[in-house]
């Protein structure tokens, strides 16, 4: 597991305020950042399920990460989800192997942009 306190400033036991103890993720479609990044990272599992078992290998993340579930895209590009619960656990799962553990992990949702 990661350690999600980054930066001294947030480590500091003279500050009690809880906002300095927030984790921030930067947004990114490229999955092998997760490998690179200085900073904790948020890749949706529509990006990630590019690649494939088998194939081109997922990086190890080197900091903390979350799954976004990329409802977004799915449905603007697909008109529904093309997973159902199950098939979006086991791609989880498999991030999880490859990637390592992850932070977060976001439900199955739906946009709430005026579809």
């Known amino acids: 597991m990661h350690d999600i306190t980054i930066t001294p400033w947030t480590q500091s036991q ?7 103890r927030l984790l921030f993720l930067v947004g990114t479609h490229r999955p092998w950042w997760l ?4 900073v904790p990272l948020c890749v949706s599992a529509h990006t990630l399920a590019a690649y494939r078992p088998g194939g081109r290998g997922l990086p190890i993340a080197g900091v903390p990460y979350a799954i976004d579930s990329g409802a977004y895209t799915e449905i603007r590009d697909h008109g529904e989800w ?4 199950d098939t979006y656990g086991g791609m989880v799962y498999r991030f999880m192997s490859d ?4 932070t977060f ?3 199955l949702d739906y946009p709430a942009s005026g579809w």
């Open 14 to 20: 003279r500050f009690r305020d809880p906002a300095r």
């Open 35 to 38: 490998a690179h990044s200085p």
């Open 82 to 85: 093309r997973w159902n619960e």
């Open 99 to 102: 990637c390592g553990y992850p």
């Open 105 to 107: 992990v976001a439900p």
